[in-house]
């Protein structure tokens, strides 16, 4: 079985939301308490960093050039170069409480953003979408840590997690990519970690980066886990699937809120990994706006 590898000398505070540029052959990737966009090309190992003056939450390339991005207080437009050009909405929760997370886009090139309810003391966090045209719409509330955005080959589910509750949720999608009930696809125990940021594989499977688990999990459509790859760090925080052939998954960690004790025994939290796998991951959108 392959073992990670690390992608590059590099450590994040929280290194998130890692996207595969197709066109480039390039990874970008968010470090949400750094308030950055990273790029790395790894046929000449260019490491480029944009700054921005909140959090990033999540982001999506656009198919126009540049970003949509969510930060703590607002989605907006950027420029390739990381100039804010329009605000696209404001963050329905309250950004004082409830932070940007997790996001991406669905087959149709919308962009999703999921807030983080920090207070902890009720499922205050919320679930936005942003159409084609712009207009954003809050799809799904009762969440606490909105985590684990995929969408399966068909268009036919929707994935999300709530990392905090240790739960995998799937809803349906009609159509026109409109949300039903959502359902439960897998609930966690506490040894086992807890469901952060995922990616989608062509045969519909859910992997999943856990949450102080140490390790990233592959699930059938039914939720039956299928496959496990050990980590060197305690904390994976997403996976995404790149690469000529979409078949090596980049793996995202963070050591965020970790004493120096762990840092100095598991110096690579907040690196990010490569895995050689043997299914092509599902290629994600950009940005679609019309």
């Not at 090139?109 to 719409?137: C, E, H, I, M």
């Not at 989608?200 to 039914?222: H, K, M, N, Q």
Request: charge should be negative; charged fraction near 25%; proline fraction near 7%.
């Amino acid at each position: 079985m392959a073992e990670p590898q690390l992608l590059f000398d590099y450590t994040g505070q929280l290194p998130e939301c890692p996207v595969w540029s197709e066109s480039e052959q390039a990874l970008y990737w968010a470090d949400i308490l750094e308030g950055e966009i990273h790029r790395y090309h790894q046929a000449s190992a260019e490491h480029t960093v944009l700054r921005f003056p909140e959090e990033v939450g999540c982001f999506a390339l656009r198919e126009k050039g540049g970003f949509i991005v969510a930060m703590r207080s607002a989605i907006w437009l950027a420029d390739k170069r990381g100039l804010l050009t329009h605000k696209v909405c404001d963050n329905p929760s309250n950004p004082e409480l409830a932070r940007f997370n997790d996001g991406g886009t669905d087959h149709a090139g919308r962009f999703y953003a999921g807030t983080f309810w920090s207070p902890q003391d009720y499922n205050g966090a919320l679930l936005v979408r942003v159409d084609n045209d712009l207009t954003p719409k809050v799809i799904q509330c009762d969440i606490l840590g909105a985590n684990g955005l995929a969408f399966s080959p068909d268009g036919k589910w929707m994935y999300t997690s709530d990392t905090p509750q240790e739960v995998i949720y799937r809803t349906p999608l009609d159509e026109q990519g409109e949300p039903g009930k959502r359902e439960v696809f897998r609930t966690f125990k506490k040894a086992e970690g807890q469901p952060d940021g995922a990616a989608t594989d062509v045969e519909g499977c859910y992997w999943s980066a856990l949450y102080d688990g140490w390790r990233i999990a592959r699930f059938s459509p039914e939720g039956e886990q299928l496959e496990e790859y050990r980590l060197p760090v305690r904390c994976p925080t997403m996976v995404c699937f790149g690469g000529e052939d979409m078949k090596t998954l980049f793996i995202t960690t963070t050591r965020e809120n970790m004493k120096q004790e762990e840092l100095a025994k598991y110096p690579l939290s907040g690196a990010i990994f490569t895995l050689p796998v043997s299914v092509a991951g599902v290629k994600r959108s950009p940005f679609i706006e019309r």
